[in-house]
């Protein structure tokens, strides 16, 4: 599942790419993408004529602002994934379910295989209120800045294990099983610590870890994985992760063995060693 990295290289791409554009046709292939509208021709009127004014993200979802009071909210889901076309005689992936052509000529794409996330036209106003996630998300690392006291605040009152805590949504926004990894390694701290355990200096560590590992991670364009919606122009380099899965490989700072737990039906990847 794409992560807060990934849908952030994903805004800055389509940011350079498909502001500006025009929208001369959507093609949609069912409802179950477009679910919040009662008809494809409802969301396809919201969108044909109008050009495209900008690109953001609240959280983990992209916000394609439009020439008026709407924009497009696209939330990738698990499996999903935008992907531009310079034209339009460009081979449709099997799961594309929406198309939209640009005047200028190409195409954005929304290939969902499972149909796990979704598309929808609403007012920018408000849209909170349409996206209970927007209205509760926690800190974004990239665009939030707190002090690392306010952030051990915040952790000490949860009284929860560090890696679940970072993957919930409330006290960070975008970060999942990946990048929690990535960012415990960097603090030197185990999946299983709680989080009102920590010492003043942990604090700093993990919160200095988690702003540092996740601009490192849009630096490098995100992870790259396949199908996960990341770099639809093909720019930037695959990030190279220090211990999601590389378990049995050589810890980088002590050399011992990386180890793979589940827990529950999730993956950990740390080092044992090295990690406290």
Known sequence: ????????????DLERDIVGRKIKSVEVDGLKPIRRHRTKKAFIGLLDGHKITGVERRGRYLLIRLDGPDVLLVDLGPTGALVRAKTARTAVTKGTHVVITFTQGGQLRYSDPKVTGEMFVTPL??????????????????ETSISWIDFGRLIAGRHAKLKP???????????????????L????LRWDRESDSLT?????????AIVETVQEAVKYAGSHGDGDGVDP????????????????EACRRCRRPLVKLRVGNRPVFFCDACQV
């Open 185 to 188: 390694f960097a603090a030197g």
């Open 125 to 142: 106003e408000g849209i909170a209120e349409q996206v209970s996630d927007i209205a509760a998300a926690g800190l974004d690392p990239l």
């Open 1 to 12: 599942m794409p992560e807060l990295p990934e849908i952030e290289v994903l805004r800055r």
């Open 165 to 183: 805590l970072l993957m919930d949504a409330s006290v960070l926004t975008g970060i999942g099983p990946v990048y929690s990894d990535e960012i």
């Open 233 to 248: 122009l093909g720019s930037g380099e695959n990030h190279r992760f220090k211990v999601y899965e590389r378990e049995g």
């Open 200 to 208: 003043d200096q942990e604090v700093r560590r993990l919160y200095r």
